[in-house]
């Protein structure tokens, strides 16, 4: 069966730090690679996506992420975080050939201190 | 453009009674998500809708049934309510293939 794997649940930073969020997929067929991102009692956002082309992603709020086909990885990126980063982000592939329902991780939760 | 839509956005129910949740799409978009989402599980798949049919459907009880109509929208319902279905249930919304998937702000059930 398919997975994602989001190796932290969570990661404490401090504001103005960068941060790195690892999402891992199990595949090696084509695949489609999101971040969403989830605010308090709100629905996912779209943060960033790969569907072809570039490898280096950059999304909104100044995240950024880079897909390593090799290494089955999506890990998301933000130079310098701020505290209004504090959410819960997931990591969700798509796999061509199929069905394309994603496959979501278990969520990483960033907590952002002052 | 008018995001995804969903109501109620709270909802309180009783063991054994049932519950209709209702979701709007995006304008354009033909495939409706549903999920469940709780602490324990994560975000869980219940069933993919398309032009009115269920296209994909993932690995929940017959408690949980939806539709689509005409023009998109689409509701689920899930009868028979246990403690375990309070969640924060989500729908979402595409084109279809691989794009994105557009979500709505849920609707968080609990269930007494």
């Known amino acids: 069966a398919q997975s994602v794997t989001q190796l932290d649940s969570q990661v404490p930073v401090f504001e103005e730090a960068p941060v790195e969020l690892r999402c891992n997929y199990s595949?090696?067929?084509?695949?489609?690679l999101f971040w969403y991102v989830q605010y308090p009692n709100q629905g996912l956002q779209l943060l960033l996506k790969?569907?072809?082309?570039?490898?280096l992603v950059k999304g909104i709020n100044g995240f950024e992420a880079e897909f390593n086909k090799s290494q089955t990885s999506f890990h998301l990126r933000k130079p310098s975080v701020h505290i209004s980063d504090t959410a819960e982000y997931f990591c969700?592939?798509?796999?061509?050939?199929?069905?394309?329902?994603?496959?979501f991780g278990r969520g990483t939760s960033l907590i952002v201190h002052p | 453009k008018a995001g995804v839509t969903q109501t109620p956005r709270y909802l309180i129910k009783t063991r054994g009674q049932q519950v209709t949740l209702s979701c709007s799409p995006i304008?354009?978009?033909?495939?409706v998500s549903w999920y469940q989402q709780t602490p324990g599980q994560g975000l869980q798949f219940l069933f993919e809708?398309?032009?009115?049919?269920?296209?994909n459907k993932g690995n929940f009880p017959g408690r949980f049934s939806g539709r689509q109509f005409s023009n998109s929208r689409s509701e689920m319902n899930v009868s028979t309510l246990e403690l375990g279905d309070s969640a924060l249930y989500l729908c979402?919304?595409?084109?279809?293939?691989?794009?994105?998937?557009?979500f709505g702000p849920g609707t968080r059930l609990t269930v007494l």
């Open positions: 979402a919304s595409s084109l279809g293939g691989p794009n994105e998937q557009f």
């Open positions: 595949s090696s067929v084509s695949v489609y």
């Open positions: 790969y569907l072809s082309g570039s490898t």
């Open positions: 969700a592939v798509r796999y061509s050939g199929g069905s394309y329902i994603p496959t």
């Open positions: 304008s354009g978009h033909r495939s």
């Open positions: 809708y398309f032009s009115e049919t269920q296209r």
